[in-house]
């Protein structure tokens, strides 16, 4: 587990945000391109009373009126001609905002078969049976119910696909326990070919069986299914899928959390002590890890949206975007996730292929942890790749290094990663010697732009005058935001001393000595050591007056360095390996030396220096502009340095303590909004784990939220309440 932060601009405006996360980042562009949604997203509202900056288009997307667009999802995946099908529908504005639609289903001869309408979020579903050479239209209606056309897409006509002949369809109904599939045949279909069915829920195969037309279906109790999305298939005897149907199906599969606390209510500044009990739904111990949020509930509206069973057992398994997807697992909604199954499509799984043992290799492999990319081609403006060229990399900080061959497009990949953020790593391409540098390039990380318009992350739109809405779908308390504000004030103590009673404090002037670092402003090097025993810089080379480069070498301390061993090192001038010198006191006056180092023949620099590594470098940077002009036409093409995004260093929330009366009798107010937060709390193997922390001022209830997984894969959430009064 890891937990990072957003250090946020202080410029940004107050609004609506949202968090999006992804599995990787070098390839996340073509994730989107193939699966259209990420990992992870997350409404924020920042709180605050700035306008929009010029220029900022408005979150909200288009008016009302605005005409909307109507698709058709037909259950199985198509009409089946002279059967009663199952037809859902999914309404969408232009910004990708959900619409409310009225309308009627009727035919181009103008008959008219009932009333359609959406139930949730632009989605809906209706029955019919289609017949032969008949073409069918949703009329659609004013949303409001009044009389006219134009508005809201009423009065336009929303062809349906037609209806299939010789086709088979699945059906399925599901019910408390217990789903029901069936089979949909138009007249005449061939009942001889033989046809399987399958049911899996993520790989884990419930089901596969030939289906039998002297029945009319089969009944599977689903309380020995796991929760999450069944994929039920109708294959042909040569494992190809026919129809295709999603349910969804909640068992009472969750681990089992039990939470208390040492007191029933608690005061202003009061320890509070909780207390977990994680077992399976037999009353066995299980270990795990959980993050625990406590916020103020006056202050901190919950999100009703999202919670960690919606997000793993749903959303991640659907395509597209799903606004609210908790709303689909609550029992009264069961309707509307059928609806969901049947509109957003769904194939994580290629099992047909899987069956045929016929496995779809990945574009290009994923290597684990964070990856550094490039490529390495010829010099010049066409740049032509260079294959089993060796490509090295190290980094100073950690002593890291590691060594690799380009393939024959010329690419290279250093994978597994893990290292802490601002690093710097130096990867050089070897430059055989007396040839021209070749070029290598670093490939950006890609930070994928949202899919679509944003609308379809921003709240739904709400009539005029009702205000933001929180994540409850009401308007957010102004009286909790001035609680945050006021938070807020008092942390940063902005003119509002005398109104809480802050003491003044006026700190005398200090002046602080230290000594200047000898090397500041000086040139970058890629290969110039970093420790300083290691460096002799013109400042210690003017006061040493060495004879020539030789002499001033044997200052260096720690390495007794003879001429035969200087005369065998590696020279590196301004960053340009010089190869064949037989006497370097012939190159370079000590003069004209910034800085002077050596690279020892071992660790992680010597990587860099191919097949001379064990001998040592040379490394110098001379005075702006004196460069010896014979080296000066060579140009660093072939080595780049990288400073990837790396884990943050985590940041402990801050929980004050109020151990002593001194500190329970402060004066400054303790107005917090999130009371406690932690993002990784243990459970060890007896399933039993505590926290604590000190209640605020303010008089209120607390909400908890748990979330979090349990070792043999059950997922973890429970929400309580603490008082304090």
């Known amino acids: ?215 009319e279906g089969i009944a599977f109790e689903t309380t020995d299914f796991p929760s999450g999305v069944v994929q039920v298939l109708l294959l042909d005897a040569g494992a190809n899928p026919l129809s295709e149907r999603l349910v969804f199906c909640r068992s009472n599969d969750d681990a089992r959390l039990a939470f208390s606390t040492d007191k029933d209510t608690y005061g ?139 393939d024959s497009l010329g690419r290279f990949a250093f994978g597994g990663l893990e290292f802490a953020d601002s690093l710097t790593f130096v990867v050089q391409a070897e430059t055989p010697k007396w040839r021209n540098h070749p070029r290598l390039t670093i490939e950006k990380e890609i930070f994928p732009p949202a899919p679509g318009t944003a609308a379809a992350f921003m709240p739904p739109r709400r009539p005029p005058g009702t205000g933001a809405a929180n994540a409850d779908g009401g308007a957010l308390q102004s009286a909790g935001q001035t609680l945050a504000q006021q938070a807020y004030l008092i942390e940063k103590a902005i003119r509002h001393n005398s109104r809480y009673g802050l003491r003044e404090i006026e700190i005398e002037e200090v002046q602080v000595d230290a000594k200047r670092d000898p090397l500041a402003g000086q040139s970058f090097s890629y290969y110039m050591p970093k420790e300083k025993r290691d460096v002799l810089t013109s400042e210690q080379l003017e006061e040493l007056q060495p004879m020539n480069l030789s002499d001033a070498l044997k200052y260096i301390p720690y390495l007794n360095l003879n001429q035969e061993m200087i005369n065998n090192m590696v020279l590196i001038i301004d960053d340009i390996i010089i190869n064949n010198v037989t006497n370097i006191d012939d190159i370079i006056d000590p003069f004209n030396i910034e800085r002077v180092g050596i690279i020892k023949g071992r660790g992680a620099a010597s990587v ?59 004066k400054e107010p303790d107005l917090r909004t999130t009371i406690y937060w932690n993002p990784d709390v243990k459970i060890p193997s007896n399933g039993q784990a505590g926290f604590d922390f000190y209640s605020a001022d303010t008089r209120t209830t607390y909400t908890v939220v748990i979330e979090g997984v349990a070792d043999n894969g059950l997922l973890i959430r429970k929400v309580a309440r603490i008082n304090r009064k």
Do not use: C
Not at 300 to 310: G, H
Not at 363 to 382: Q, Y
Not at 632 to 649: A, D, F, S, T, W
């Open 1 to 215: 587990a890891f937990s990072g932060r957003l250090d946020l601009d202080p410029g940004l405006t107050g609004g609506d945000y949202v968090l999006r996360a992804y599995t990787d980042r070098e390839s996340a562009a073509a994730t989107m391109g193939n699966h259209g949604s990420p990992v992870f997203h997350k409404k924020i509202q920042l709180l605050g009373s700035a306008p929009s900056k010029p220029g900022t288009r408005d979150m909200t997307g288009t008016a009302p009126g605005d005409t909307y667009a109507l698709s058709f999802f037909p259950e199985g995946g198509y009409l089946v001609e002279g059967a009663e099908n199952r037809v859902a529908f999914k309404a969408l504005y232009p910004d990708g905002s959900p619409a409310e639609v009225k309308g009627r289903l009727m035919d181009r001869q103008g008959r008219d078969y009932g009333p359609v309408e959406t139930l949730h979020g632009g989605m809906g579903r209706f029955e019919f049976t289609p017949l032969k050479d008949r073409q069918y239209v949703l009329v659609g209606e004013p949303a409001d119910g009044t009389a006219g056309t134009g508005a809201d897409g009423a009065g336009r006509e929303f062809a349906l696909p037609e209806a299939e002949t010789g086709a088979v369809a699945l059906q399925t109904r599901l019910t408390a326990g217990e789903l029901q599939v069936s089979v949909l045949r138009s007249p005449g279909t061939d009942t001889s070919t033989p046809l399987y069915l399958l049911l899996h829920t993520r790989g884990m195969v419930h089901y596969m069986e030939p289906w039998d037309d002297n029945y």
């Open 268 to 406: 202003p500044r009061s320890p509070v002590k909780a207390s977990v009990k994680l077992t399976d739904d037999a009353g066995n111990p299980l270990s795990g890890a959980f993050s625990v949020a406590v916020t103020d509930d006056t202050d901190v509206a919950q999100d009703r949206e999202q919670d960690i069973l919606a997000t793993i057992l749903l959303g991640s398994e659907l395509r597209g975007y799903i606004p609210d997807p908790a709303y689909y697992l609550k029992e009264e909604n069961r309707q509307a996730l059928d609806i969901l199954m049947m509109t957003h499509g769904w194939r994580r799984y290629n099992i047909p292929e899987v069956i045929r043992q016929r496995y779809e290799q990945p574009a290009a492999i994923a290597l684990p942890g964070l990856t550094i990319r490039g490529t390495v081609t010829t010099d010049g403006s066409r740049g032509r790749p260079i294959p089993d060229r060796k490509v090295s990399i190290f980094s100073w900080q950690t002593d890291y290094s590691d060594e690799t061959v380009t």
């Open 608 to 666: 860099l220096l191919g097949r001379d590594g064990p001998r040592g470098a040379i490394v110098i940077t001379t005075k702006k502009g004196l460069t010896p002009s014979r080296f000066q036409k060579y140009q660093r093409e072939n080595i780049r340095v990288v400073n990837p995004l790396g884990l943050q260093e985590p940041v402990e929330f801050y929980s004050p303590t109020y151990e002593t009366t001194e500190q329970r009798n402060r």
